[in-house]
């Protein structure tokens, strides 16, 4: 069964660093999305993708934040200068098209900034 | 904006027994409505959805129906098992941007 990968799974990093998560999202799946969960804490939208473009962003998703489609598989996350407050688990996901409302997760990178 | 609200866990039961977990839910228009689950260490899966009033989600022994006068999507299983220990999250689609929001997640805990 098709699924999304993400890696790291783990990524330990200092203040100030910048850090790339990368994801393949399903292969025929048209819309992707990030989230993150800082522990204990509930499941927060950052970013949709659609047509190579940002769809919608949230508050959270400041001019430290970028998204990238680079190949016709990848999907990546760039936080340009971390902070404390960045650790968290950040979550990637898929969905087929406009008709399909499931999303599909990836298991996650969880992200640590010292 | 809209929002999912989920009661406060943890949540403690014996094998077997009868689960509830409930999920309210503000939104403008018809959302579809989700429940996700995460198992320790792992990410989230699709438990169950509902896309308009009255449907009931359906997977795995759990049931959940869109009711749309009392705006909720109650998560119910008739006989938990250990194997169903994990949190368990309500969500909603916006089905204009396509993004989910989700509630603040439950956290399942059965015993032997």
């Known amino acids: 069964e098709p699924e999304v990968t993400q890696t790291p799974s783990h990524q330990v990093t200092q203040m100030g660093q910048e850090v790339i998560l990368r994801c393949v999202p399903i292969s025929n799946h048209l819309y992707f999305y990030w989230y993150r969960q800082i522990l204990g804490q509930k499941v927060e939208f950052l970013v949709s993708f659609y047509n190579n473009e940002i769809s919608e962003k949230s508050e959270i998703f400041d001019d430290q934040f970028s998204v990238e489609r680079p190949d016709g598989s990848n999907f990546t996350l760039k936080i340009r200068s971390t902070k404390l407050e960045d650790s968290a688990m950040y979550f990637c996901?898929?969905?087929?098209?406009?008709?399909?409302?499931?999303?599909?997760f990836g298991p996650g990178t969880r992200l640590t900034v010292t | 904006g809209n929002s999912v609200t989920q009661m406060e866990g943890p949540v403690t039961l014996s094998e077997e027994a009868f689960l509830t977990i409930n999920c309210t839910y503000t939104?403008?228009?018809?959302?579809?409505l989700f429940w996700y689950v995460q198992y320790p260490g792992e990410g989230l899966q699709l438990l169950l959805k509902?896309?308009?009033?009255?449907d009931k989600g359906s997977n795995k022994g759990f049931e959940a129906t869109y009711r749309k006068e009392t705006t909720s999507f109650h998560l119910e299983k008739g006989s938990v098992q250990v194997s169903d220990s994990a949190v368990y999250f309500c969500a909603l689609n916006d089905n204009q941007g396509g993004k989910l929001i989700f509630g603040q997640g439950t956290e399942l805990s059965v015993k032997p």
């Open positions: 509902a896309t308009k009033a009255d």
């Open positions: 939104a403008t228009g018809y959302p579809s």
């Open positions: 996901a898929s969905r087929g098209d406009r008709a399909s409302y499931e999303q599909y």
